[in-house]
């Protein structure tokens, strides 16, 4: 399982040019909940029968985002097959991280599949499958470095926030152990205050880029996806719970204006025509996020879902007949270009991820 530029075919999926669908059981513009299912199921199968583009890769957070992407939605879903999925590929890792223990959030981002499997069955039979997570985010909890220092600090680029947050999110409820979120809050809240721009509302990638004029689609993907990946699990009495909520609606109202006529997130989200073409990656993990928030009331549905439905015909237009989701930017640290055929694990991982939540947005 992998990603690579591949040839596709035509351009598929369930959802027709008007936003509804041929079963007729959309929602103010959205799918039914079988086409959605279908259509989860199809990428989900497709990639998994790519090759690894990378060996290196395996355990990182490329493959990992697929997979919380297979299990957000099993958990959407209940069916079976996603469970699966996500259950083979923990034991073929053995349950463990890339260098476990390890302080690199990048590696540290399976741990949350792993999480979420055990948090599906909580007993102490199956802690084996949270160990080397639980080993990993110890490091970071006994001597946390907050800040954005490059390669020095732990959470110093945007995307961390993604990657090591949900699992600490997680770890404080399977633990019961408040600790988890006071270190959580308090590695958040310097990356935050560095890299946020409180003109804008969007968060610059890392410290090259504060102060410029370039914000990345999925970087900005990654904190806002990041916030749900935190409230999903973090108790409303935490101190920082209504920062974490704040944040979201900011994101969202600053992100809203930029969608592009396709319904998706150009890579460079301000200058939407340097790389005129969707992007599906960054445009997932947003609209997974401003689906949630609607889901959880915290943003206004009248205001927000023509948003989903927009991102969501926008990524189906980028989605092949046989699974292929397309228009998927490879790895880096900035806005680039990607093509029809281009796709990686890790935008197919988004896509799930926001199919899932407009899942429960209509079932």
């Excluded at 513009?29 to 990639?47: C, I, R």
């Excluded at 990657?163 to 990356?191: N, Q």
């Excluded at 969608?259 to 609209?287: A, K």
Aim: proline letters at 4%; glycine letters at 10%.
């Amino acid at each position: 399982m992998g990603g690579s530029t591949v040839t596709g075919g035509s351009s598929g999926g369930t959802t027709s040019s008007d936003g509804t669908t041929a079963a007729g059981g959309s929602t103010a513009g959205l799918p039914a909940a079988a086409d959605l299912l279908a259509t989860m199921k199809l990428v989900t199968a497709y990639e998994i029968t790519l090759p690894l583009e990378d060996s290196s890769w395996v355990n990182k957070w490329t493959e990992a985002t697929f997979y919380i992407g297979v299990m957000a939605a099993y958990l959407a879903t209940n069916d079976s097959t996603y469970m699966a999925d996500a259950t083979t590929r923990a034991t073929t890792n053995n349950w463990t991280l890339l260098g476990s223990p390890t302080r690199d959030p990048n590696s540290q981002c399976f741990g949350q599949v792993y999480e979420d499997i055990y948090l599906t069955n909580p007993v102490a039979s199956n802690a084996n499958e949270y160990a080397s997570t639980k080993a990993s985010i110890d490091l970071v909890k006994a001597s946390p470095k907050p800040g954005i220092v490059q390669n020095v600090d732990d959470w110093w680029w945007c995307d961390s926030l993604f990657m090591a947050p949900g699992g600490f999110a997680r770890m404080g409820k399977i633990m019961a152990d408040t600790s988890y979120f006071s270190v959580l809050d308090t590695e958040w809240s310097a990356t935050q205050k560095g890299l946020f721009d409180s003109k804008t509302g969007l968060f610059w990638r890392d410290s090259s880029f504060v102060n410029g004029t370039v914000y990345w689609a999925r970087g900005n993907g990654w904190v806002i996806a990041g916030i749900v990946r935190v409230l999903q699990y973090l108790p409303a009495t935490d101190a920082s719970y209504n920062s974490y909520v704040t944040l979201l609606k900011t994101m969202a109202a600053a992100l809203v204006p930029y969608q592009q006529s396709d319904g998706t997130w150009h890579s460079d989200i301000t200058h939407p025509t340097t790389y005129n073409n969707p992007e599906v990656s960054g445009t997932g993990l947003i609209s997974y996020a401003i689906a949630y928030g609607i889901n959880q009331g915290l943003l206004d549905k009248a205001s927000y879902q023509p948003v989903v439905v927009a991102a969501w015909n926008g990524m189906m237009k980028c989605v092949t007949a046989q699974g292929l989701v397309g228009y998927i930017q490879a790895t880096g640290s900035a806005p680039a270009a990607a093509t029809a055929t281009e796709t990686h694990d890790y935008g197919v991982g988004a896509f799930l991820l926001a199919a899932s939540e407009i899942y429960n947005m209509v079932k």
